[in-house]
């Protein structure tokens, strides 16, 4: 046991402290991130820190140069003259190098808004790319990403690897950015690392062999061709350019070395690599997408850093779709949520680890963060129950507390974060001799004030300290880590695709997961301030892609089991895996539209999302908008090149029988407007109700196409013979026949085999009948469709007879009616709480094919303003509105929705939306009044929509009941009721 140190060597470790501690100006101190204030008070004993971390060489204090992030307008040179090196501009994010004591010079430029210390990151086919139909849109579209640019921040590449090789046997990687290399030559504007060219990566002068793995392998996902084996493993853009950044090696313990030299990759090297991939691709002049699945899991989560303005600047200023990964934190209990009101303190635990299990660490960092307005104070708790000052809510003043097991803890805290703006603690606990002491650590949070704004608290454990998680206060939201919580960039979360595999001895191995459900690592959302991360999900359990050279040593010799049965391959998992599945069908749908910009390929992505029983509809906190379906968003794009097709459609989709003409040489047809000509014709596609027809034969029929202007057959008739069915298609597209004008798609019968297809009793103008001789038109529709490709953008015009809004109890209501609904394919529906769209929501997740929607996600006594776009059957949307309605209720409405469903002979779903965060009860009374049930005791709950799914015991009978809410806070006491009714 650990024995707490004598009051005299203690106090004479902290004057020793404080004596070298240095101190910065107020005016400074205000714009500088407290981790470099923390560094900059006590540079000797963080240096002590690192040197005892094994990291190779002894850091000297006085040499500490420091990597950050600059917001501010001052120009290159005054920055410059204050000592900063300069790297990347991106709007007003600038990315510099800064000497330790030169800091608060730099700080104290009028021009410098705020200063961030510079964060380390952390690493975040044959089934998955067909799964998300990649191998669709190749095939079928005849899009492979050629042309386009896919950019990775990553480990690094193999860039000799035969799947990143093209016919020739020359790379397909344009160049390389080694930012951890020491040797040079740097990229022409840079001071560190090396550059690869293609043409020295085609001579054999290139090094790189990426050990870690992981770049490679995201590499391949997104752009590798499979040509290394049969096995299959193609990516999403097999014929697309790479670059690749392994991103530099530097976080805010960068001691003076140049390049860095402890490695792992950064925030500042990040936005460097950013700005290098825009010059290059700028130089190659080709569209490019940014794939990164990198991360942390600290910092505020609502995408107010340096670092996140610095990407979203990127994004927007260079209009680059950059897709980062969502992270594989979900499991790991590293965010824990708690309510500090005035009278009660928080009390939050965690683990540092199992004595004697866990490995020992010689640090353990978190951070907990809260509202402009309120404060707190900290307390620190040690296994032995020892306890720390207590820290106020602007503590600038503690070297470092020694607790009575041996550690010390430091804490720097401000009530208002120079660049986040909210409350901060941030919480080291130190000890590089012995370890960090194992067991339950705690933290004791009170209110320094009337806690205005709520009370409520976030804290973070930094990623990779496995042993590290809260015991209590567990929040399963707002993990999804930075920089995918920044506003501008897409955030790919993880569903499962594979859940078993064989390696290369022909071992069978599988995960507990379930196929087609997000992947239990995959972080949710949403972020801190609410906002909808990730954007959607994508394929990254067990993905098989790029093996590189220099990881098939460590592969192959310990970890067999990662190896794919064709010795070439790896298999790997995460939201790293899922990330370059959605850059790669980015690069796919530039390849069809070079000029696309950001938002139109993001708002694509969410659109087209697909959704399933694992999904829901809209948007959820861990699929997001849904599963990547690549097929749909790449036919979302428009612009120019072959496969730009539209389905015209002239039917409601619901066929109410069959029909059919039993005689020889008749037939029957469907008029069709393509939206642009010429068109040419793809696909005919025909509903089938049944196969056996007038005279019980195979289903046959002949398929063709007639031009209606000169009465001339289009298209060679075709024999099809329906295997089953639904919707039929045959494929003409070989025949690539043009129109000009309006046809008919036909079916025409020989009397025997004709099969009875969809029809509807409703007549859509559109419907044509053949008696032998003559074409006369008929007053029913038939279910036949086609697919046409028209080369470039389609526009058309969809009227619309009304669009209303009402409010009802927890929801609003859209009403509208179109003019002709068979030339409407779908509809979607936007949401803001404002007239503008800049920022508006999609509330819808598959196309709504009614003519009402129902809004659930409103809050009392708020004015909403609604549009809905009514899509065409060519995708091309139409837009209406904006329609206004104010919701029931006010600031202390307690909504309680009716149990669904109702009746029930099972379990039930409730929704609830609580006014303010308070104490919660759900409990069944019977007709007597008497309570029967408990859904809900005493739980305390934050603000806004709830859920709960609650399913009755085996012993409570049928019958009329009612479902009761109780809500209390520390100002408000409600209750609301609904009934409930029971069926055994």
Not at 122 to 136: A, F, I, K, L
Not at 316 to 323: A, K
Not at 583 to 592: E, N, P, R, T
Not at 633 to 657: C, F, K, N, R
Request: charged share 15%; with cysteine.
């Amino acid at each position: 046991m650990r024995r707490a140190h004598l009051l005299v060597a203690l106090a004479m470790l902290v004057w020793v402290h404080m004596a070298s501690a240095a101190v910065m100006s107020p005016e400074a101190a205000r714009k500088v991130d407290p981790k470099l204030l923390f560094l900059h008070k006590d540079p000797a004993m963080f240096a002590k820190g690192f040197t005892n971390a094994a990291l190779g060489k002894a850091v000297d204090p006085k040499g500490i140069v420091v990597p950050v992030l600059i917001k501010t307008t001052a120009p290159r040179s005054e920055l410059e003259a204050a000592g900063a090196s300069v790297g990347s501009v991106l709007g007003d994010i600038v990315t510099a190098r800064i000497p330790l004591e030169k800091l608060e010079t730099l700080a104290l430029l009028q021009d410098v808004e705020a200063i961030e210390a510079s964060y380390r990151l952390y690493n975040c086919m044959d089934v998955s790319v067909p799964e998300c139909g990649g191998t669709r849109v190749r095939t079928e579209l005849g899009y492979d990403g050629n042309g386009v640019i896919v950019g990775l921040l990553d480990t690094g590449i193999d860039p000799y690897h035969p799947d990143f090789l093209d016919a020739t046997n020359k790379t397909r990687v344009q160049y390389i950015w080694d930012q951890w290399s020491q040797t040079g030559p740097a990229p022409s504007g840079y001071t560190y690392g090396r550059e690869w060219t293609k043409q020295q990566i085609d001579a054999g002068q290139c090094t790189m062999t990426d050990e870690g793995a992981h770049g490679s392998h995201c590499a391949g996902t997104a752009a590798g061709d499979g040509s290394a084996s049969s096995a299959g493993y193609i990516g999403m853009a097999p014929k697309a350019d790479i670059m690749m950044v392994s991103n530099l090696s530097a976080d805010i313990f960068t001691y003076g070395f140049a390049p860095p030299w402890y490695t792992s990759p950064s925030t500042m090297g990040s936005l460097d690599a950013l700005a290098y991939l825009y010059t290059k691709k700028t130089q190659l002049n080709k569209p490019m997408v940014v794939s990164w699945s990198q991360g942390v899991t600290m910092g505020p989560h609502d995408g107010s850093t340096l670092f996140e303005q610095g990407v979203d600047n990127f994004i927007t200023t260079r209009n680059i779709p950059v897709c980062i990964a969502a992270g594989n934190d979900q499991e790991q209990n590293w965010h824990a949520r708690g309510q500090v009101t005035a009278g009660t303190p928080l009390l939050m635990s965690f683990t540092t680890g199992t004595p004697g299990e866990d490995q020992l660490t010689g640090e353990v960092k978190f951070e907990v963060w809260y509202k402009l307005g309120d404060k707190f104070n900290l307390e620190v708790i040690d296994p032995w129950g020892g306890v720390s000052n207590m820290f106020g809510p602007d503590e600038t003043t503690w070297p470092g507390w020694i607790m009575s097991s041996g550690d010390t803890v430091w804490v720097y805290s401000n009530s208002n974060h120079p660049v986040s703006h909210k409350g901060y603690f941030n919480i080291t606990l130190w000890d590089y001799n012995d370890g960090v002491t194992q067991g339950t650590w705690a933290i004791r949070l009170s209110a320094n004030n009337s806690v205005p704004q709520g009370g409520q608290t976030d804290g973070w454990f930094e990623r990779n300290q496995y042993s590290v998680h809260w015991l209590d206060h567990i929040s399963l939201e707002s993990i999804v880590g930075m920089p995918g919580s920044s506003k501008q960039a897409i955030t790919v979360g993880s569903y499962n695709t594979k859940i078993q595999w064989y390696d290369i001895d022909g071992n069978g191995y599988n995960v507990g997961e379930t196929l087609g459900e997000i992947s239990g690592f995959s972080s949710n959302g949403p972020t801190a301030d609410g906002r909808q991360k990730p954007n959607l999900a994508a394929p990254g359990q067990i993905i098989a892609s790029v093996m590189s050279a220099g990881a098939e040593p460590n592969y192959m010799q310990n970890q067999r089991y990662y190896v794919a049965p064709d010795g070439a391959h790896l298999y790997m998992q995460g939201t790293s895996m899922a990330t370059p599945h959605v850059a790669g069908c980015i690069a796919l749908m530039l390849d069809k539209k070079p000029t696309a910009s950001y938002t139109e390929i993001r708002d694509a992505l969410q659109n087209t999302a697909r959704h399933d029983s694992y999904t829901g509809q809209g948007w959820q906190k861990d699929f997001g908008w849904g599963k990547l379906d690549a097929y749909a968003a790449v036919q979302a794009m428009g612009g120019g090149g072959p496969g730009q097709t539209v389905e015209l459609i002239y039917d409601d989709g619901t066929p109410s029988s069959g029909y059919y003409w039993p005689s020889a040489g008749q037939g029957s047809g469907v008029q069709m407007t393509p939206p642009q000509f010429p068109a040419t014709i793809k696909k005919l596609k025909y509903y089938i109700n049944s196969l056996s027809g007038a005279g019980g034969g195979n289903g046959s029929f002949s398929a063709r196409t007639y031009d209606t202007v000169t009465g001339n057959q289009i298209t060679n008739a075709v024999t099809a013979t329906p295997t089953g069915t639904g919707w039929f298609e045959v494929d003409v597209s070989a025949q690539n026949k043009q129109v000009t004008a309006e046809f008919l798609v036909c079916m025409f019968y020989d009397g025997v085999n004709t099969p009875t297809y969809g029809y509807d009793s409703a007549d859509n103008g559109r419907a044509w009948d053949f008696n032998g001789t003559t074409w006369d038109t008929w007053n029913e529709t038939y279910f036949m469709r086609t697919i046409v490709s028209t080369g470039s953008p389609v526009d058309e015009d969809i009227e619309l007879a009304g669009l209303s809004a009402s409010s009802r109890e927890g929801a609003v209501t859209l009403s509208w009616s179109p003019t002709v609904t068979w030339e409407i394919a779908g509809y979607n529906v936007y949401r803001n709480v404002t007239a503008e769209t800049e920022s508006w929501r999609q509330l819808n997740g598959g196309m709504v094919t009614s003519t009402s929607f129902k809004d659930e996600g409103v809050e009392p006594g708020q004015t909403y303003f609604y549009w809905l776009e009514a899509v065409a059957p060519s995708g091309v949307g139409t837009l209406f509105g904006p329609v206004d309605v104010t919701t029931l209720g006010g600031p202390t409405t307690l909504w309680l929705v009716q149990p669904r469903p109702t009746p029930t002979n099972g379990p039930a779903s409730v929704r609830f939306f609580l006014p303010a965060p308070g104490m919660v009860s759900m409990d069944l009374y019977d007709i007597a009044g008497r309570r029967v049930a408990s859904m809900m005791d005493g739980e305390e709950l934050g603000s806004g929509w709830r859920s709960l799914s609650w399913a009755p015991t085996s012993t409570l009978p049928s019958g009329r009941y009612v479902c009761r809410l109780a809500f209390e806070s520390d100002d408000l006491q409600l209750s609301a009721t609904k009934p409930y009714i029971l069926i055994r």
